[in-house]
């Protein structure tokens, strides 16, 4: 099975995600060829910003980590069933580079100081929020904005792992998001908190976690890494810019590397007027 799924869960009154993306970030991660602790920042984001698509059935989602960390900000975009993701300035070496690089903190990335913006497109109005980063860790970052931007009890763990083999492959991009309905009770909150506090996902299949959770299983979505870059989008965003910008442009043949996927289009004098 594709490892490109989030399984949506009830359990009494609470809703979970439960989700396994290896294939999805391995994916996003072969065009950039990350080091260690870029890489796993990027999955981490992966693991648990993609499930947001099922959470807010959105057509279009953009998140932005923005940090005064090394990596300076972190772009994740959901559009219809595809994601695509980066890192703005992804060249950080660590010591923990070519030894133990799943234990590398993700604050040395991150830093101590940022916010996560998110901003929705549902049913063709757009929503967007922003919260500072709390833990800069990613998955309390996201509770803590889900808690304070939509005001319902969120909690969520993650497990991302690159393969001891080679840190350009991901072992594991997993995640739960759990968050309460509206008739909840005390002892619903309680399981949520039990079973953060005890349970080691880490050492858990899929399907064990799964098991713990004993809910019912709603529905399996899916998502794939997929760049929606084109030439005929990358003409109309030049023909936005001021007119002596576009002139300038529109004197020779442009190559213009897109930030998502690495591909590199080519833009001819003529594109502009076929």
Not at 139 to 167: C, G, H, K, M, R
Not at 224 to 235: F, G, H, L, Q, R
Request: glycine fraction near 2%.
């Amino acid at each position: 099975m594709k490892r490109n799924f989030t399984k949506i869960i009830i359990k009494n009154n609470i809703r979970i995600y439960l989700s396994d993306l290896q294939n999805l970030a391995n994916d996003i991660l072969s065009y950039h060829k990350y080091l260690p602790l870029p890489a796993i920042i990027l999955g981490n984001s992966l693991a648990v910003f993609s499930p947001l698509k099922f959470l807010y059935d959105s057509q279009k989602l953009m998140i932005r980590i923005k940090s005064n960390g090394p990596i300076n900000s972190l772009i994740m975009e959901i559009q219809d069933h595809d994601v695509r993701a980066l890192i703005l300035d992804p060249n950080i070496v660590t010591e923990y580079d070519n030894k133990n690089y799943n234990e590398i903190p993700l604050i040395l990335g991150i830093g101590d100081d940022g916010s996560l913006e998110i901003s929705r497109k549902i049913k063709n109005e757009y929503f967007n929020s922003v919260t500072k980063l709390v833990r800069f860790d990613i998955a309390t970052d996201l509770a803590y904005f889900l808690n304070v931007s939509d005001q319902i009890f969120s909690a969520i763990l993650s497990n991302v792992e690159l393969s001891s083999d080679n840190p350009l492959i991901f072992s594991k991009v997993r995640s739960i998001i759990f968050q309460l309905l509206p008739n909840h009770t005390e002892d619903d909150k309680k399981w949520i908190e039990d079973f953060v506090a005890n349970m080691n996902i880490k050492t858990l299949s899929i399907k064990e976690i799964e098991d713990k959770i004993d809910g019912k299983l709603l529905e399996t979505k899916h998502l794939s890494s997929k760049c929606w870059c084109s030439k005929e989008k990358m003409i109309k965003a030049i023909l936005l810019l001021p007119m002596k910008e576009q002139e300038e442009l529109k004197k020779d043949s442009l190559e213009i590397k897109c930030e998502f996927c690495l591909k590199t289009i080519t833009i001819k004098k003529e594109d502009f007027f076929s």
